[in-house]
């Protein structure tokens, strides 16, 4: 695959993102389904042969476990230098004070806690990942431009909040002469488009990336729509998601079957290849707990959608309230 460039910065990214919140210890923090370092190791060697050099975790996904597989793996099948990691910040790692959130005492223990999960001296895009109502934005922000001035990390990001909150930030990093996020990644797909809103726009105006996650709508996308899945039954976070307008929702995952069926394509690819077309977004973020999942990934980066069968996937979308934050 080609790379492309995050937003109006110079860091380049492949054009499909490897989301390893499936990767991890199931036995630790929230995510049952996740898969330990064994059931791991396919996917990130698959990867890699497909071309994709650029992966996103986190220091909350199974408790820190996610970013250790990852870290672990990508020094067995890489050079350090020739992949981008991105990992974030927020999310309660330790009870007691400073044990999550967005505060200077917070981002500064929990880098040092994720590079040496990571087995590396920095993370190429560290991202918080949500707002924190809590902590005055200069605060965060001055944090963040210090990681990077010690070279801890070579980017900064941001991920799912209001449009305003993010504006916020941005503006106390420029009045301050901090360091501004590159990249939003924010929940994006064809049952959920309130981003078009105004996160998009703004982005776009201001030359910051999109990397959505969820671009497959947690797999309801790419499956009829009574169909549910073993991660589907246990998700605690995704059961949280998509439980709105199902009539209009049903005749949209609907209509991507119906494409992917005269496209003689997967529903994942029709699905991706929309989310790909849309002028805002750099790259998606895409989970794979089965070999197909990354080769359909891939597989959308070429797929062209029409006009018309643009206008087919998007003409049932009604208006839902914000989730995810």
């Not at 994720?114 to 934005?137: E, N, W």
């Not at 439980?243 to 209509?255: F, G, N």
Request: aromatic share 8%; proline share 4%.
């Amino acid at each position: 695959m080609t790379f492309t460039r995050l937003g109006a910065s110079g860091l380049q990214v492949s054009p499909v993102i490897l989301g390893c919140m499936s990767y991890g210890d199931p036995l630790r923090g929230t995510h049952p389904w996740s898969m330990p370092l064994e059931e791991s190791r396919p996917f990130i060697r698959q990867a890699i042969e497909l071309g994709i050099t650029t992966f996103d975790t986190a220091n909350v996904y199974s408790l820190g476990s996610s970013e250790e597989i990852v870290g672990q793996l990508l020094t067995e099948f890489a050079r350090r230098e020739d992949v981008v990691i991105a990992t974030k910040v927020h999310g309660r790692m330790r009870e007691g004070a400073n044990g999550s959130g967005l505060s200077r005492a917070a981002i500064m223990h929990e880098i040092d806690a994720s590079l040496k999960r990571l087995g590396t001296d920095y993370v190429d895009l560290y991202q918080i990942h949500r707002f924190d109502p809590a902590v005055p934005v200069e605060e965060t922000m001055e944090a963040l431009h210090d990681v990077v001035k010690s070279g801890k990390a070579r980017y900064i990001g941001a991920s799912s909040m209001f449009a305003w909150q993010f504006a916020s930030m941005q503006h106390a990093a420029e009045r301050n002469g901090l360091t501004r996020f590159v990249s939003m990644q924010d929940q994006y797909n064809l049952l959920n488009r309130e981003e078009e809103r105004e996160m998009h726009p703004y982005c776009l105006a201001t030359g910051v990336g999109v990397i959505p996650w969820s671009p497959l709508a947690r797999g309801r996308l790419t499956r009829d729509w009574e169909t549910t899945t073993g991660r589907s039954e246990t998700d605690t976070f995704g059961q949280t998601l998509y439980l709105q307008s199902e009539a209009s929702d049903r005749r949209i995952v609907d209509t991507v079957g119906e494409i992917a069926g005269e496209r003689d394509v997967s529903r994942a690819q029709i699905a991706l290849a929309w989310v790909m077309s849309q002028q805002a977004v750099t790259a998606p973020i895409v989970g794979a707990t089965k070999p197909e999942h990354l080769s359909d990934a891939v597989a959308a980066v070429d797929l062209v959608l029409t006009g018309a069968e643009l206008e087919r996937l998007s003409q049932h979308y009604v208006p839902h309230a914000l989730e995810g934050f």
